[in-house]
């Protein structure tokens, strides 16, 4: 994957979207990889391999529906404001 500057992306749009047609590609702002330039044949390729998560499938529990979540009840009262 090629990387450029933003600088160099202002300067070359036309050169890195013809790039970006055959690979993805970094622009950096700052000396960090800020964003990714691709096709959008490439970009829907990548979201259809993505599988859909639950938040149990992120935290690592297969069985989260038999898990009994049961919080206690919190009794809030309020006061007067004192000024």
């Known amino acids: 994957m ?8 202002n300067q070359y749009t036309s050169k890195i979207q013809k790039q970006a047609r055959k690979e993805p590609v970094i622009i950096s ?5 800020d964003q990714v ?20 499938d992120a935290i690592g529990y297969s069985d989260a529906c038999d898990i009994d ?3 206690p009840r919190v009794e809030i009262s309020f006061r007067p404001v004192d000024f």
Do not use: H, V, W
């Not at 090629?2 to 992306?9: I, K, N």
């Not at 702002?29 to 990889?33: I, V």
């Open 37 to 56: 330039l691709m096709s959008y044949t490439a970009y829907q390729d990548l979201i259809d391999k993505k599988p859909k998560r639950t938040i149990a």
């Open 29 to 33: 702002n700052r000396g960090k990889p």
């Open 2 to 9: 090629q990387t450029y500057t933003c600088r160099e992306f």
């Open 69 to 71: 979540f049961d919080p």
